[in-house]
């Protein structure tokens, strides 16, 4: 067990980062073609695209994508960017499947073609071997991290899931939505911008629940194993009269000192806090206020202490 969790180190892997910087080139190829030269696909591109706006929606994508990559490529935490590779499975996977249903409206003698197709018939399966094999070195949430507020979180998952289904349905049921979509499309077009929208839908997952369990350690029947997970993460999570609180440091830029609040831990399902100068950040047990403990039974009475309650009386 001990050597399970020193594994975990959150590394990101040599394979994970060589297989985000082999991608980036592709995706930016494929924005150049799209964004800058949308009258040009049935010359430069794999299928012959009609409408620039549909272009302009894949090239948005494709763009995204190698920001995402490379910023894989540059990171030292893999739980930072963990959940992207999920997303970009499930929309390799769902390109790699249209490719098979509408194979004969490819344009096969062109070179883009066997990219297209060479590209989402491997990735699934590379994107979703990297992600399991960074998942065993996985770390929770560290000190220091900075967290979206419940409210913020909420409405990002609500906006995924918005996503989620509209790319399901133009997938799934692509004739139905060519009639409610604001510009025209093909079935091919359709289904592609579909697997676009389920991008954003595959992050649902990691804002709708919760990071950091901070109540845990006060929950009925955990006990002093809880408590000692608690300490383990790093968190400053304890039980102090008149109700539980989370001791908090402000951030500078707002009043240059830590302070100390009270908050119920009874629904707390983790720490507000966002990217600007107010936000509230986690500190560790070590910068954290002593703990007064009850002498060991036995033990001499410190006189100290007993002169300083008599003095308050």
Same mark, same amino acid.
């Given at each position: &067990? $001990? ?5 975990? $180190? ?10 985000? %910087? @082999? +991608? ?8 150049? +073609? %799209? ?10 591109? !794999?299928? *012959?695209?009609?409408?620039? &706006?549909?272009? &302009?929606?894949?090239?948005? =994508? ?24 999920? !997303? ?32 989402? @018939? ?5 994107? +979703? ?27 990002? =998952? ?17 004739? !139905? &939505?060519?009639? %409610?979509?604001?510009? /025209? ?18 992050? #649902? ?16 029947? #955990? ?30 830029? *707002?009043?240059?000192?830590? #302070?100390? +609040? ?32 009850? /002498? ?5 009475? $410190? /006189? ?10």
């Amino acid at each position: &067990m $001990d050597q399970a969790e020193e594994r975990r $180190d959150d590394r990101v892997l040599p394979y994970t980062r060589g297989l985000s %910087l @082999f +991608i980036v080139p592709f995706l930016l190829a494929a924005f150049v +073609i %799209l964004y800058l030269y949308p009258g040009h696909t049935a010359r430069l591109w !794999a299928w *012959r695209i009609p409408v620039t &706006m549909t272009s &302009m929606v894949l090239a948005s =994508a494709y763009v995204g994508g190698a920001y995402f990559f490379l910023h894989v490529a540059r990171a030292r935490r893999w739980h930072e960017v963990g959940t992207g590779f999920l !997303a970009v499975t499930a929309f390799a996977t769902l390109l790699g499947v249209a490719t098979v249903i509408h194979w004969e409206t490819f344009a096969h003698g062109h070179l883009a073609f066997w990219l297209w197709a060479g590209l989402y @018939f491997t990735a699934p399966f590379l994107v +979703i071997a990297a992600w399991l094999a960074n998942r065993r070195y996985a770390a929770p949430v560290a000190v220091g991290d900075l967290l979206l507020r419940p409210f913020e979180r909420a409405c990002l =998952a609500a906006c995924g899931t918005l996503a989620l289904l509209t790319g399901i349905a133009m997938f799934v049921a692509p004739d !139905a &939505m060519l009639e %409610l979509w604001p510009w /025209p499309l093909t079935d091919l077009s359709c289904r592609v911008v579909g697997a676009t929208f389920c991008l954003g839908g595959g992050f #649902r997952r990691r804002l709708a629940r919760p990071t950091v369990e901070l109540g845990a350690a006060h929950a009925p029947g #955990r006990g002093r194993h809880a408590r000692a997970d608690a300490r383990r993460r790093g968190t400053c999570a304890r039980r102090a009269p008149p109700a539980p609180c989370v001791r908090l440091a402000a951030a500078p830029g *707002r009043t240059g000192r830590a #302070r100390r +609040i009270g908050l119920p831990l009874r629904g707390l399902r983790g720490p507000s806090a966002v990217r600007h100068p107010g936000a509230l950040r986690l500190i560790p047990p070590a910068a954290a206020s002593p703990r007064t403990r009850r /002498p060991p039974a036995g033990a001499a009475p $410190d /006189p100290g202490r007993a002169g300083r309650r008599s003095g308050r009386r």
